[in-house]
T-cell receptor, first 115, second 114 residues
Framework: GENVEQHPSTLSVQEGDSAVIKCTYSDSASNYFPWYKQELGKRPQLIIDIRSNVGEKKDQRIAVTLNKTAKHFSLHITETQPEDSAVYFCAASTAGGTSYGKLTFGQGTILTVHP | DSGVTQTPKHLITATGQRVTLRCSPRSGDLSVYWYQQSLDQGLQFLIQYYNGEERAKGNILERFSAQQFPDLHSELNLSSLELGDSALYFC?????????????FGQGTRLTVV
């Protein structure tokens, strides 16, 4: 099955700096890659996603890039703010077979933005 | 608010007991996914239902079962509970059963087994 590796596990930045989180996936059939932000004790919230027919997508301070050949995708947060502090999860969706729509998550990155 | 409703929010029960977690998907969504989140395991996919039928199965224990009803709400049944079953259980819903489906999560049920 699909395996998603996420790095780093923790990331500490100063307010205003950029943060980059990277994920790799194993199943070349995966074609949907969402990113979720989870604050302590709360639900994961979808913040951005990218599909395999697109190489990059941007939404204000957040961008995601996808390299299908290398099977990796990254989340970029610019001008970080303290309220960006949370756990970020990447995920991949595997098409076909009995795994249709199922999300496989990375292990998560704890992002801390220091004022 | 994601539109996905889970009840109860918190549940404390003893080992060996059985509990039922409930999920109401967003209006119009046909897919329901169940995930387990524990500190050392991250977000683990348990099972998916689509329009009443089981669609995909993950690392779900035999002691756990789920179903989706005609009104599309879903229930996750956990039996013979063990201390290690303590976790956050999330339900997510999406409009389709396909691979490009956004999944929106409910607020979760925190299960504590004592």
């Amino acid at each position: 099955g699909e395996n998603v590796e996420q790095h780093p596990s923790t990331l500490s930045v100063q307010e205003g700096d950029s943060a980059v989180i990277k994920c790799t996936y194993s199943d070349s059939a995966s074609n949907y890659f969402p990113w979720y932000k989870q604050e302590l004790g709360k639900r994961p919230q979808l913040i951005i996603d990218i599909r395999s027919n697109v190489g990059e997508k941007k939404d204000q301070r957040i961008a995601v890039t996808l390299n299908k050949t290398a099977k990796h995708f990254s989340l970029h947060i610019t001008e970080t703010q303290p309220e960006d502090s949370a756990v970020y999860f990447c995920a991949a969706s595997t098409a076909g077979g009995t795994s249709y729509g199922k999300l496989t998550f990375g292990q998560g990155t704890i992002l801390t933005v220091h004022p | 608010d994601s539109g996905v409703t889970q009840t109860p929010k918190h549940l404390i029960t003893a080992t060996g007991q059985r509990v039922t977690l409930r999920c109401s998907p967003r209006s119009g969504d046909l897919s329901v996914y169940w995930y387990q989140q524990s500190l050392d395991q991250g977000l683990q996919f348990l099972i998916q239902y689509y329009n009443g039928e089981e669609r995909a199965k993950g690392n779900i224990l035999e002691r756990f079962s789920a179903q989706q009803f005609p009104d599309l709400h879903s229930e996750l049944n956990l039996s013979s509970l063990e201390l290690g079953d303590s976790a956050l259980y999330f339900c997510a819903s999406g409009p389709l059963g396909g691979p490009n489906t956004e999944a929106f999560f409910g607020q979760g049920t925190r299960l504590t087994v004592v």
